[in-house]
């Protein structure tokens, strides 16, 4: 019997061929996200084969943005964002503006008139969330400082494009009067407008702060005390999507930006860490969905019919927009390497960039060809974003030895007069804030991992008396590791300079505590290659995993289930004597 499932049909067909160009994309050494925006070519309308439904793709899409923004909200915090508003608000705003002027010129270049060049420069400016989230998870970026200033650009360059959408059918309506229905503005209606989505956005984001953060809480509380882990999973997701859902129909305000509050008014709540378990699975299915859709909107023919303007737009989006906010942050006075990862995570653009340009088509103030070019853009610059972080990495040395911070330079400067006075204070190099220092303990366990289990197991190395670090990726871990006096690497351990600066190589044991199996397995053939004879000791949920793990080189792999059991069986009472009742008598 056959029946019409388009919704299955694009489903299926999108995480099977995500899945497969995702693997060969991974063998190949190159971000999986290349491969995911692959697989959206192909069941495009503009390759031959199964046609998927771009309406449905798009829906599926937003929901993985919803779900994406709620993750980060529950590992932010409000103070986390006000810390950061002296350099994300004009930061955001000088970006937005610089990258506009640029997209305006390529369009005078082009021949379009001003109007056309103010919406085309408005789209190349603003980040796709998506794909600046996910570099940053990736890099363990999120909870710190410059992660923070980087999703904080990111909510304000959110919010621009919210007043932007407010503000499109107003200057279609003054500079194409009549048209599609829509009638000119006077300059009072336009302010009343803007008057009205910012108060709109202020509105929301006061009933989150004061009526959200005691409700939400109260709700998981609540679902906990019913014992039934489907309702708490189902309570987390019905918040994340609810919350997104109310604020955009009725304040107003993108599903991005009230997805990230709903989740950052529940980190309040203890219970924000298992909320992060629950709906990551979904997380990463519709993220995956989201490039997808980006993949279908492209037409590969605009590469060979257009290049030059092709070029010309993805240079505007790779290198003039992170020019701007590299030299934006350094003019705010933070250090090169924090300007380096906001420029490479901005070099790109996303979902903002395509809602504009649909609207500037509909309004005639856009023609289709700067709509293809802003897509084009956009999956070009994606698909190279990778690359712009590896490029950073490269780059980022070079960067701090000849422009360091003026308070750096000072300091290495006194320091080179002082050892040397006839050194000249240029020739002083600044150190490097992110480089690891080398631990000086020896014959000491390395402890990765500093969460439930790992801070029991610190608790019993200290009260041993046992020299140990801690490799903590978690920056707010790790300060109050640093509080209570404890030895503590900040960054990844999948970082091979974070494992040698924890000195493998002189060191007893290492144990790693983190549920994570493949990000410990690779942590174990690292730490193999720079001390081949050191114990190592990880953790595992499930046979399969314990053994790969031992395949890996770990000696013990801990099975949380079996230490479970092997605690309750010990508990049961010795076997009763003498001989059975229904043996009695």
Do not use: C
Request: overall charge negative; aromatic content about 6%; charged content about 15%.
């Amino acid at each position: 019997m056959p029946h019409h499932t388009p919704l299955i049909a694009m489903i299926v067909m999108g995480l099977v061929l995500a899945f497969a160009f995702g693997a060969i994309a991974n063998r190949l050494r190159i971000s999986p996200l290349v491969g995911y925006l692959l697989a959206g070519v192909l069941v495009g309308p503009f390759t031959p084969g199964f046609v998927g439904d771009q309406n449905l793709a798009n829906e599926l899409a937003e929901i993985g943005v919803i779900l994406l923004m709620f993750g980060v909200g529950l590992h932010f915090s409000l103070k986390d964002l006000l810390s950061v508003k002296a350099i994300a608000i004009p930061g955001a705003v000088a970006q937005i503006a610089l990258a506009t002027i640029l997209g305006m010129g390529l369009s005078w270049a082009l021949g379009w008139p001003v109007a056309t060049g103010f919406v085309f420069g408005l789209a190349l400016s603003t980040a796709s969330t998506v794909v600046l989230l996910r570099a940053m998870q990736e890099r363990r970026l999120v909870e710190t400082e410059r992660g923070r200033i980087a999703i904080g650009w990111l909510i304000v360059e959110d919010i621009a494009m919210v007043a932007a959408l407010v503000l499109l059918p107003a200057l279609g309506g003054i500079l194409s009067p009549g048209e599609n229905g829509v009638a000119a503005m006077p300059a009072g209606d336009i302010a009343k407008a803007l008057a009205l989505t910012f108060g709109k956005v202020a509105a929301f984001m006061i009933l989150m702060v004061v009526v959200g953060r005691r409700l939400v809480p109260w709700i998981l509380h609540y679902v906990v005390h019913t014992g039934s882990r489907e309702l708490f999973r189902l309570a987390v997701l019905a918040i994340a999507l609810g919350v997104a859902f109310g604020a955009a129909k009725l304040f107003d305000v993108s599903f991005a930006l009230g997805a990230f509050f709903a989740g950052m008014i529940m980190s309040e709540s203890p219970l924000s860490h298992e909320a992060a378990n629950e709906t990551l699975p979904l997380r990463d299915a519709f993220a995956v969905l989201f490039f997808v859709a980006v993949g279908m909107l492209v037409d590969p023919m605009i590469v060979v019919e257009h290049p030059l303007p092709v070029l010309a737009t993805l240079f505007i989006i790779v290198f003039g927009k992170s020019l701007a906010a590299f030299l934006i942050v350094l003019v705010f006075r933070h250090p090169v390497g924090t300007a380096l990862l906001i420029s490479a995570s901005l070099a790109q653009i996303g979902e903002f960039s395509f809602i504009l340009a649909a609207l500037g088509v509909e309004l005639n103030l856009l023609p289709e060809e700067g709509r293809d070019l802003i897509l084009a853009g956009a999956i070009l610059s994606i698909m190279l974003n990778p690359l712009s972080f590896a490029a950073v990495g490269h780059l980022k040395p070079w960067f701090e030895k000849h422009f360091p911070p003026p308070q750096a330079a000072a300091a290495a400067g006194d320091l080179a007069v002082a050892a040397d006075p006839g050194t000249p204070v240029a020739e002083a190099a600044a150190p490097d804030a992110d480089a690891p220092q080398p631990t000086a303990l020896s014959d000491h366990v390395v402890l990765v991992g500093y969460g439930r289990v790992g801070s029991l197991v610190g608790a019993a190395l200290s009260e041993r008396g046992m020299p140990f670090l801690v490799i903590e990726d978690a920056d707010k871990r790790a300060a109050e590791l640093r509080q209570q006096e404890i030895e503590v690497l900040a960054g990844n351990a999948t970082r091979n300079d974070i494992l040698q600066a924890a000195r493998l190589d002189r060191a007893r044991q290492l144990i790693v505590a983190i549920p994570n199996v493949f990000e410990a397995g690779g942590i174990i053939d690292m730490a193999r290659g720079i001390n081949p004879a050191i114990e190592i000791i990880a953790r595992a949920h499930a046979d399969a995993e314990v053994d790969h793990l031992l395949k890996h080189g770990a000696d013990t792999v801990i099975m949380g289930e079996r230490e479970i059991a092997r605690a309750m069986i010990e508990k049961l009472p010795a076997a009763m004597s003498g001989t059975s009742p229904s043996a009695a008598g």
